[in-house]
T-cell receptor
Framework: DAKTTQPNSMESNEEEPVHLPCNHS???????IHWYRQLPSQGPEYVIH???SNVNNRMASLAIAEDRKSSTLILHRATLRDAAVYYC??????????????FGAGTRLFVKA | DTAVSQTPKYLVTQMGNDKSIKCEQN?????MYWYKQDSKKFLKIMFS???????INETVPNRFSPKSPDKAHLNLHINSLELGDSAVYFC???????????FGPGTRLTVL
């Protein structure tokens, strides 16, 4: 299974942009790159996903490297409510069951006021 | 108008008991999942159910049995509970083919 590697933790100041990196050097051509976040005592929350092109939505932007071996989740203006664990995972679009999806340790984002 | 709901939120029980966790989604998704999050916070998929096809993760003990009465529900039944089953269990749903998954609030199971 293609794995992802993320820093254990990152820190940001409120109102500043945050760039959360993810390495996935063994990604296959059919893998989508997904980002989720989990606030304390809550279920994971979908943030964004993409395949090859950069993606934007109301929560964040996803920048995907040209070789797809890495990606960066961009929070344009961090707020205290963005403090969470951010997970970068790969999901094979051919798999109807998400059978092999495992969330790793993720990156714990600390936001300072 | 909760998208994915689970009951109960907390479940405390004795070793050896049988318990069930219920999950419902109102998103019209075709696929539903059960995940287990252990004390180290790793989230691992246990089962997925897509249009009446159950896909089982073979590492899950057969004491765990998912049941789907219809496309909107995927319940989890656990027989002969063990201490190691203590964890937070999340239900999720998604459309097929790599789309976004939406998770429920979780059920914290404590086995004494």
């Amino acid at each position: 299974d293609a794995k992802t590697t993320q820093p254990n933790s990152m820190e940001s100041n409120e109102e500043e942009p945050v760039h959360l990196p993810c390495n996935h050097s063994t990604i296959s051509g059919t893998d989508y790159i997904h980002w989720y976040r989990q606030l304390p005592s809550q279920g994971p929350e979908y943030v964004i996903h993409g395949l090859t092109s950069n993606v934007n939505n109301r929560m964040a932007s996803l920048a995907i490297a040209e070789d797809r071996k890495s990606s960066t989740l961009i929070l344009h203006r961090a707020t205290l409510r963005d403090a969470a664990v951010y997970y970068c995972i790969l999901r094979d679009s051919r798999s109807t069951g998400g059978f092999k999806t495992i969330f790793g340790a993720g990156t714990r984002l600390f936001v300072k006021a | 108008d909760t998208a994915v709901s689970q009951t109960p939120k907390y479940l405390v029980t004795q070793m050896g008991n049988d318990k069930s966790i219920k999950c419902e989604q109102n998103l019209g998704h075709d696929t539903m999942y059960w995940y287990k999050q252990d004390s180290k916070k790793f989230l691992k998929i246990m089962f997925s159910y897509n249009n009446k096809e159950l896909i089982i993760n073979e590492t899950v003990p057969n004491r765990f049995s998912p049941k789907s009465p219809d496309k909107a529900h995927l319940n989890l039944h656990i027989n002969s509970l063990e201490l190691g089953d203590s964890a937070v269990y999340f239900c999720a749903s998604s459309q097929v083919s790599g789309g976004a998954s939406f998770f429920g609030p979780g059920t914290r199971l404590t086995v004494l």
